[in-house]
């Protein structure tokens, strides 16, 4: 399937996508959500994209998960690439119940490479990393509306593109950054960060997210 811009919203993954994603060993991901609040607020829109620029955008119904879309969030052997990997998953989870796993935050890969910058949004990255200016003008729009239009659909691939291509990067600079103070690489640091994430979507989707909107939590705080 060739690279187009003329996207559509479908219910689920078409079953010959399907078979084409869970043959990659990494799928971007992203969401759009009615807003970021949680406990109130509901998923809308999954969008899907593999190494070939096979985009997917799909409306969900919560609390219906589409029975292929719930096949490959699940997958073993498929890493799910996110940016800010936080509210994926935990919107997955709260209106789908579907447990995505395994999954990686470029965000945090961002962080702990990127150090000379505090601008770690996914419109610098591929503003820095790809020499790409993304189009954010439907970041704050509403999802939820039965007919999006042709610049929403945009929008919504314009986040998962270019993901992969940025998430490589990433990997390359957590790999020149070698040794840490205490011995261990970055990218061993940047492993054992990616694994406490499904901890921090449970404390944050159970209440104990009391800073930024539910998304940060004090928990381990002084």
Known sequence: MPMTTDYRLVPDIPADLLRTYLKQTEIAVDTEMQGLRIGRDQLCLVQLCDRQN?????????????????TLLTHPGVTKICHFALTDV????LSLNVIVTPFCCT???SKLSRTYTEKHGLLHLAADLLGKELNKENQQTDWSTNELSPSQLQYAAGDVLHLLAIYDILRGKLERRGRMPTGI?????????QACLPALVELLLNGYGDRDQGWETSLFSH
């Open 54 to 70: 096979n985009v997917c955008l799909i409306r969900v119904h919560p609390p219906e998960a589409p029975p292929n879309l719930t």
């Open 90 to 93: 935990a919107f997955i989870r």
């Open 107 to 109: 965000k945090v890969m």
């Open 185 to 193: 690489t970055a990218v061993e640091l940047n492993q054992r960060a």
